[in-house]
């Protein structure tokens, strides 16, 4: 069992930064591929971003890709997600996420933390 818990959510103007991070707890969180999701209001929940357990590998959506980073430090169980340039199309609840391997789809992710609001304004 893995608990994740997410922070620094909040409201930023357009252009700005927000730095996102996902504390877990229980099972030792560098065996966990490692993702980030959000889920606006009336749409289905998207992938964002996601690690590997090393860290050596990310992948990012297309819509945040140049603008977003996503890193981990094993030794603080800490996920991380800087959020640069920051637009009002990226307001959503944002959710950690742990998959026991290198996963292909949100179905691969077992543990989902309860989500940070992030909003931006025009």
């Known amino acids: 069992q893995v608990q994740l818990v997410e922070s620094g959510g909040g409201l930023v103007e357009a252009g700005g930064s927000l730095r996102l991070s996902c504390v877990a707890s229980g099972r030792t969180f560098s065996s966990y591929f490692m993702g980030w999701f959000r889920q606006a209001p009336g749409k289905e929940r998207e992938f964002v971003a996601a690690?590997?357990?090393?860290?050596?590998?990310?992948y990012y959506a297309d819509s945040v890709k140049g603008r977003c980073t996503i890193s981990r430090t094993n030794g603080k169980n800490t996920l991380y997600l800087q959020m640069n340039s920051l637009k009002p199309e990226d307001t959503a609840v944002y959710y950690c996420a742990a998959a026991p391997r290198v996963a292909r789809g949100s179905y691969d992710y077992h543990y989902w933390g309860q989500g940070t609001q992030v909003t931006v304004s025009s």
């Open positions: 690690i590997s357990v090393t860290g050596a590998s990310t």
